[in-house]
């Protein structure tokens, strides 16, 4: 009895010292974080990252860099099981961020996810998916009426619009932020002009305390935001923050108020001796003191371009710094070029810490001084707004005229034999493939995408076969390469009937995706005898028969709609014009009746 007593003071005891601890000191050994800071996913599947130590109380905002790379399948936004489920939607990177908050405090996770490729499988074997290879011959076209004891024809050649497949691309990074093009040069004086209304604003909201600041590391600085823009001979960049007392205390410009900024024109993310690299520093010094100049490269520095140009103007609130990077080539539109801007937060003589652009210190991430590799990723875009354009059906724009291959064939004779073009529709019964041209002028430049949009009926004639139609954009060379000449220039989609979800009417609506790209066989003799080589621009859209010999059935086309990216530019502005046409002169009034109607005014 006396031995247990003696057991029971004991743990009375460590319970008793236990309970004395302060509140938090055993959590400061576990810092919130997330299980995975890097994860690798296919398209199509998922990958599951959690909050590691997280609390009974805490909330969790989830958010994806690109949801067009890496969406959120599914997530737990609270309490200690807080976690993402990431599914691969493209090839590429993202970003899954997270805010994670217990009570005021908030804390930025931030993990980067790179989607592959879906690993190969058997290629399928069905006619509608596979390119037709030479010396196949074909079964004879549905609805032929090609007697049945007739011999099959070998085709004369193997069909040139049927694609081969494209070999899978080099994924490329997702953009962190696009810069765009300005078509305006900027005047470099400090004072945010209209210009930058074109570009987008990016906070500076990365916080990081300095570590001999962890008491008293407050930021003073707040608010802080960038902009970019491009020419072909510079890089520029904006920045403004609230800060209302410039601090210049300290000798060491970078623990003074002060914006840094870190440019890797190639994006390699080696280290700044093995690429060309550089870090600049603006202190934020009205007075211009010629012992410490305002502006100048610090010792990394790699760069191979000219003097950096800089203008400055503060405020009782804050201030606005311009920038103009000369650049060496003129950016490739689509290329990368990694970024990040820095402010250096200072009060007292001392800094109280950093503001990130990209780079996230305080969640693990090196110091954008220390690793290119932080930096973010920046594409050179130009800046675009959808276009819708409604594509004419007639005679002049369509066509549905007979493959080589098939010309001259008796058994092929039905082909186009029904297939019309009436009353701003495709009657395409029996014919092979109908080609619908863009509007003169207009084409889907290499690399860009176009949402199309098809409206019609539709009826089958053979229930064994899945496949409605085959479509892809083609360049015909200004409407010069026709039936099976065009060049394929994009990807190909099999469209099948229950794709349609057609209505019991017999109609149905249905949109693509199509992205325009180098063709495989670029080559083509038009018309006139001369080759043609495509670039992958393409000007049409083709619609094809489930399999290269076949015909599209009881398929009637009514309307095609494709939607566009248009080019916006900064130099175009609507202007009044110089002459004003002459008011007619207001005939008399009648003199009868008391009421006036009111005018119809346009």
Request: glycine letters at 6%.
């Amino acid at each position: 009895m006396r031995a247990f007593k003696k057991t029971m003071a004991s743990i009375l005891c460590a319970a008793l010292v236990v309970s004395l601890v302060p509140a938090g000191s055993a959590d400061a050994a576990k810092k919130v974080k997330l299980s995975k800071k890097k994860v690798s996913v296919e398209v199509g599947n998922t990958v599951k990252v959690k909050v590691k130590n997280s609390v009974k109380k805490a909330k969790v905002t989830w958010k994806t860099s690109d949801k067009k790379v890496a969406a959120i399948a599914k997530s737990v936004k609270k309490g200690k099981k807080a976690s993402v489920t990431i599914k691969g939607v493209a090839e590429g990177t993202a970003k899954i961020k997270a805010v994670y908050k217990v009570g005021k405090k908030k804390t930025k996770l931030t993990c980067k996810v790179t989607v592959t490729g879906v690993k190969p499988t058997t290629a399928p074997t069905s006619a509608a998916s596979v390119a037709p290879t030479t010396g196949i011959e074909p079964s004879a076209p549905v609805g032929s009426t090609a007697p049945t004891n007739t011999p099959t024809v070998k085709p004369t050649r193997k069909p040139t619009a049927s694609p081969t497949p494209v070999p899978t691309a080099t994924p490329v990074p997702s953009p962190d932020a696009q810069i765009y093009k300005t078509y305006v040069d900027i005047e470099i004086d400090g004072t945010a002009e209209d210009t930058w209304d074109f570009a987008d604003a990016m906070a500076i909201d990365n916080w990081n305390v300095d570590e001999d600041q962890e008491d008293t590391g407050n930021a003073q600085t707040s608010n802080g935001a960038a902009k970019m823009l491009w020419t072909d001979s510079y890089l520029y960049v904006l920045v403004t923050a609230d800060d209302p007392e410039i601090d210049l205390g300290n000798e060491a410009s970078y623990l003074r108020d002060s914006i840094e900024l870190f440019v890797d024109s190639t994006n390699n993310k080696n280290d700044y001796s093995q690429t060309n690299a550089f870090q600049y520093r603006l202190v934020i010094n009205p007075d211009e003191d010629a012992e410490n100049p305002a502006g100048e490269l610090t010792d990394k520095n790699s760069w191979d371009g000219e003097d950096i140009q800089y203008g400055l103007t503060t405020s009782e609130t804050g201030y606005v710094a311009e920038f103009a990077i000369p650049l060496s080539e003129a950016p490739v539109v689509g290329n990368f070029i990694g970024v990040d801007i820095q402010i250096n937060d200072a009060s007292a003589g001392v800094r109280n810490g950093t503001w990130n652009l990209f780079a996230d210190p305080a969640n693990g991430d090196a110091l954008p001084y220390e690793d290119p590799m932080v930096f973010g990723d920046c594409q050179f875009a130009i800046k675009k707004q959808p276009k819708i354009i409604t594509l004419n059906l007639t005679e002049d724009d369509c066509n549905m005229s007979l493959p080589e291959q098939f010309v001259g064939l008796e058994d092929y004779a039905a082909m186009n034999s029904l297939s019309k073009i009436e009353e701003g529709k495709l009657f395409c019964n029996t014919a092979n493939n109908a080609t619908v041209y863009f509007p003169e002028g207009r084409a889907v430049n290499n690399g860009e995408n176009a949402t199309v949009k098809i409206k019609g009926t539709y009826a089958s004639t053979d229930d064994a076969q899945t496949v409605a139609f085959r479509i892809w954009m083609v360049d015909t060379n200004g409407r010069k390469l026709i039936g099976d000449d065009p060049v394929t220039a994009s990807n190909q989609i099999i469209v099948n009937k229950e794709d349609l979800n057609i209505a019991e009417d017999g109609t149905f609506e249905v949109e693509l995706e199509l992205t325009a790209h180098d063709p495989d066989n670029p080559s083509r003799v038009d018309d006139e005898g001369n080759e043609y080589v495509s670039e992958g621009n393409c000007d049409a859209v083709m619609i094809k028969a489930a399999s290269w010999n076949s015909m599209l059935e009881e398929l009637v086309i009514e309307s095609v709609v494709i939607t566009v990216l248009d080019p916006i530019r900064n130099d175009v502005t609507d202007e009044t014009p110089e002459e004003t046409p002459e008011t007619p002169e207001t005939p008399e009034t009648p003199e009868t009746p008391e009421e006036t109607p009111e005018e119809d005014v346009e």
